[in-house]
């Protein structure tokens, strides 16, 4: 007779009837199925009290009903076979050590759990809120530096091929930006007054949120010194993809316009800057004058031909109409280029107006 195929139903020797039970009545007892026991009785764990010899049915005594109820308990929470054997069968002080760290790794376990639950739980009631970060700005002077990088001196707006302004609002500044593809230009921190989500806030808040319109929207603004609140909305989706962002400026009498978006990309320019910056092998300094008589001469020679720049920085070259827009967006009689390799961007700043710089990739002579 197979011993793993034992009836749940056998009878109890006469003998013994009073103090086992069959595998069957024995499993429903202590909440174990008969398969498990079958199990515990192969590794050692819990062997049956009498084997039959003639048909190997196991039978199991009252008394270790308490040590099945254990060794349940002690399975149901994660605890290994052979720890489990440990415990139920080591001195007191063995056991007892044993539990109390599995208590601590359960316990640490619980408590990330716990905060995992609950930063997911907000992240996903985020979905349906909206996080609203204000920047109020002076009106003459945001719009100064739109027009600074955008550019538009002597040509209609939408016509720049700076139109396209990054606006982003972080809890410690507020950062325009313009690219036409080959330049990017910045102000870094425009004199404002913030009201944004901090890192404090929790992961269910964005931490510096950006978005892209044109620059000629904000050129209408008034150039008479009034407060205005650029104000940016990000509403669902989650932290890392907003299902929607919502640009809206509010007026000193109280009225609210909706920008248009533009889906132009760009890139971080607070980490590209950084990079940029950490692979730094010198610096520059060059007169606008300067700048502005090699601008002149490569546009002599050809529309096409490139800028390239004199002493350290000799082996970078840029286009004509890319250096061009960096020096009538700087501001001052001098600018600062920091430079890295041939592949390496260029870091253009105004020592005249420290949070102005440019970014933009030398041309291969």
């Not at 605890?79 to 050590?97: K, W």
């Not at 700087?330 to 102005?356: H, K, T, V, Y």
Request: net charge negative.
């Amino acid at each position: 007779m197979d011993p793993t195929r034992e009836p749940d139903t056998a009878r109890v020797p006469q003998s013994t009837s009073r103090s086992l039970q069959t595998i069957g009545d024995f499993a429903r007892a202590v909440g174990l199925s008969a398969s498990a026991l079958r199990g515990y009785d192969s590794s050692g764990l819990l062997s049956p009290a009498h084997v039959e010899d003639r048909t190997g049915y196991r039978y199991y005594g009252l008394d270790q009903q308490q040590r099945a109820i254990w060794i349940r308990r002690l399975r149901d929470a994660g605890f290994r076979l052979r720890t489990i054997g440990t415990i139920l069968d080591s001195e007191p002080v063995i056991a007892e050590a044993i539990l109390d760290d599995w208590l601590a790794e359960a316990i640490g376990r619980a408590e990330s759990a716990a905060a995992l639950v609950d930063d997911l739980r907000s992240v996903l009631r985020s979905r349906t809120e909206t996080t609203l970060s204000r920047a109020r700005v002076d009106s003459a002077v945001l719009a100064a530096a739109v027009r600074q990088l955008a550019q538009t001196k002597g040509t209609a707006p939408a016509d720049s091929p700076f139109d396209h302004l990054s606006v982003e609002i972080k809890p410690d500044s507020l950062t325009l930006a313009v690219t036409d593809g080959y330049v990017l230009m910045a102000r870094t921190h425009i004199p404002a007054e913030i009201d944004a989500p901090t890192p404090a806030d929790g992961p269910k808040r964005p931490v510096g949120v950006s978005t892209v319109v044109t620059a000629s929207a904000l050129l209408s603004l008034p150039t008479t010194s009034c407060e205005v609140s650029l104000m940016i909305a990000v509403t669902g989706g989650s932290v890392d993809h907003p299902a929607q962002v919502r640009m809206s400026i509010e007026h000193s009498d109280g009225e609210s316009t909706i920008l248009s978006q533009s889906d132009r990309r760009f890139p971080d320019i607070g980490r590209t800057v950084e990079a940029a910056a950490a692979r730094r092998r010198g610096r520059s300094r060059f007169s606008r004058e300067e700048i502005l008589r090699l601008v002149d001469e490569a546009t002599g020679r050809s529309p096409e031909s490139g800028v390239r720049l004199p002493r350290d920085a000799s082996r970078f070259e840029l286009s004509a109409g890319s250096m061009k827009s960096i020096v009538d967006a700087g501001i001052g009689d001098e600018l600062i280029c920091d430079w890295g390799n041939e592949d390496d961007p260029l870091i253009w700043r105004a020592p005249s107006q420290p949070d102005f710089l440019a970014l933009v990739m030398p041309r291969r002579a």
